[in-house]
């Protein structure tokens, strides 16, 4: 009955028009500030060591011990798996427009506020610097559930997949546009400020306006959150929450008749009757229906995205520590701080240039073609053999003369994660779960995920150091390697590709009939039928 709603069958239906792109471009851009926000940190976090760790006499620059790097790396993860909870359970409470303009300015003040990160020590620095990501992560956080919910229940369902994740592959940019801000801005204080390498003249080697290097970096993320404040704010409420969560019909039909531009007709008395059939579909979270009907689709959205970050934030944190191992980037030593800074910017723009961009709008072009599940196995497959095929031969890749061939496999890995589970992990929640568990349910799944980039975070960073403890970085003990840290990212994504198979196709389909969200309320109507001998609608 829920999907015979004439307003929700408008929605299904619709043409491709410009009110879909305007939803795409102001849910994006906050995707586009949530990557900027998370992965820039991994481009100033070598400077950070060498201003606020310097150690006289060194033979290598500072580097950020090994919990304060875990910490830096890794806080703003603990803080969006807590906002994707519960921002995620708000926006079923409450409605996705009431809090999508929370999770915003959450961001922007955090922003700006982890670029000024104050303090007369680098352990109050550090502190302050982390307080204030952890409060960034917690509005990123709540940004994903919000955001993949609003644009699935905007969509039609035709294209329903790839305009959520034409919303993701905004990350894409965000990543992209981190690597440039960090080149141009390295880049202009480099010029304007020019200093000897570490090894001509430790101390001067970091000039101390490189201070000011990294706070720029950090604080631009505010600007592009800050321009879609007012936009986020005049959407409407999605049509499909007003209808089926608050029950209110008519203001869904007048809400959609504006953005549509056709007439809708408000249907009190299947709202009457949807209202009076209800109990059959109210079943919580936590109910023995709710396991019946979706333990094993919640189960597989979260599974999947657990594993697929564990490699995928692996890999985009700590690409400066593999570039470094197979020497794409010079020994620190001989560089500046700002000169380092660069070279890590320009390495990662080009990894996001040439795999991670085009891998998302592969993903954009294809999900409603071939579907979700093709898409999602297939990148779990391909990710699992490159990462198998750059750590059997490692020894044969870190050769000078095969270096540019072990950046092209390692790119392949991010395209296939990103023309893969990393945007399928996103799309398929917004889908297959009921509209007023919609959010709460997203937020799990990527708070699964967020749980993994967690492990992958602190993981990564310990795992990757030489197993020779005359190697490792100040302050590490030794680690597996490089070459079976990648071992075990492959073994990883092989699990996903496994964990795949619980997760169900929704190409083509409503979003109430993959939540089967009229599932027994017919039945509860003919019910009321038999029984009161009156006419009720369907």
Known sequence: MANDLQVLNALDVAKTQLYHFTAIVIAGMGFFTDAYDLFCISMVTK???????????????????????????????????????????????MGRKRVYGMTLMIMV????ASGLSFGHTPKSVMTTLCFFRFWLGFGIGGDYPLSATIMSEYANKKTRGAFIAAVFAMQGFGILAGGMVAIIVSSAFKGAFPAPAYEVDALASTVSQADFVWRIILMF??????????????????????????????????DMSKVLQVEIEAEPEKVAAISEAKGANEFGLFSKEFLRR??????????????????????????????????????????????????????????????????YWFTVAFIDRIGRFAIQLMGFFFMTVFMFALALPYHHWTLKDNRIGFVVMYSLTFFFANFGPNATTFVVPAEIFPARLRSTCH???????????????????????????????????????????????????FLGMLFTFLVPESNGKSLEEMSRENEGEEETVAEMRATSGRTVPV
């Not at 400077?47 to 875990?70: C, E, F, T």
């Not at 879609?228 to 049509?239: F, G």
């Open 47 to 93: 400077l950070l060591g060498r201003i606020y760790y310097h150690h006289d006499n060194a033979l290598k620059p500072g580097s950020l011990p090994p919990n304060v790097s875990a910490a830096v790396n890794g806080v703003a993860f603990c803080g969006t798996l807590a906002g994707q909870l519960f921002f995620g359970w708000l926006g079923d409470k």
């Open 109 to 112: 003040i955090c922003s700006i």
């Open 221 to 254: 993320g505010a600007i592009p959150a800050g321009l879609t404040y007012y936009w986020r704010m005049k959407m409407p409420e999605t049509a499909r929450y007003t209808a089926l969560v608050a029950k209110n019909v008519k203001q869904a039909a007048n």
């Open 294 to 359: 979706h333990g094993l689709h919640l189960l597989g959205t979260a599974s999947t995205w657990f594993l697929l970050d564990i490699a995928f934030y692996s890999q985009n944190l700590f690409q400066k520590d593999i570039f470094s191992a197979i020497g794409w980037i010079p020994p620190a030593k001989t560089m500046n701080a700002l000169e380092e800074v660069y070279k890590i910017a320009r390495a990662q723009t080009l990894i996001a240039l040439c795999s991670t961009v085009p891998g």
């Open 443 to 493: 937020g799990i799944s990527a708070a699964a995920g967020k749980a993994g980039a967690m492990v992958g975070a602190f993981g990564f960073l310990y795992a990757a150091q030489p197993t020779d403890p005359t190697k490792t970085d100040a302050g590490y003990p030794p680690g597996i390697g490089v070459r079976n840290s990648l071992i075990v990212l492959g073994c990883v994504n």
